[in-house]
């Protein structure tokens, strides 16, 4: 059963950081796409950031590209996500994802979520 499960979400001040962080149990396919989705309420679902096996690949949304970076550490079957420079509209739930379901690897068409973590920013 495969299970994953965010940590590392807050609230901070504009122009902070954050480091989330996610931990894949029963998830040992490596050569896969992972990464982070985020809602803010009344907005869909949007993809911030994936990683391809161990880095080969990385994608971005535009929103984010300079200020967050993915990671991946597939010893411990883990996905971070460093988030510099937050502004108040980064605020949103950000969700952990594992499994492409599409060809589409910014797009919320993943087998596997996390419960997700709250990242709230300030101005």
């Known amino acids: 059963q495969v299970q994953l499960v965010e940590s590392g979400g807050g609230s901070v001040q504009a122009e902070g950081s954050l480091r989330l962080s996610c931990a894949a149990s029963g998830y040992t396919n490596n050569n896969d796409y992972m990464g982070w989705f985020r809602q803010a309420p009344g907005k869909e679902r949007e993809g911030v950031a994936i990683?391809?096996?161990?880095?080969?690949?990385?994608y971005y949304a535009d929103s984010v590209k300079g200020r967050f970076t993915i990671s991946r550490d597939n010893a411990r079957n883990t996905v971070y996500l460093q988030m510099n420079s937050l502004k108040p509209e980064d605020t949103a739930m950000y969700y952990c994802?594992?499994?492409?379901?599409?060809?589409?690897?910014?797009?919320?068409?993943?087998?596997?979520w996390g419960p997700g973590t709250q990242v709230t920013v300030s101005s």
């Open positions: 994802a594992a499994g492409l379901n599409s060809d589409y690897v910014l797009m919320p068409q993943y087998k596997y």
């Open positions: 990683i391809y096996s161990h880095g080969v690949r990385t």
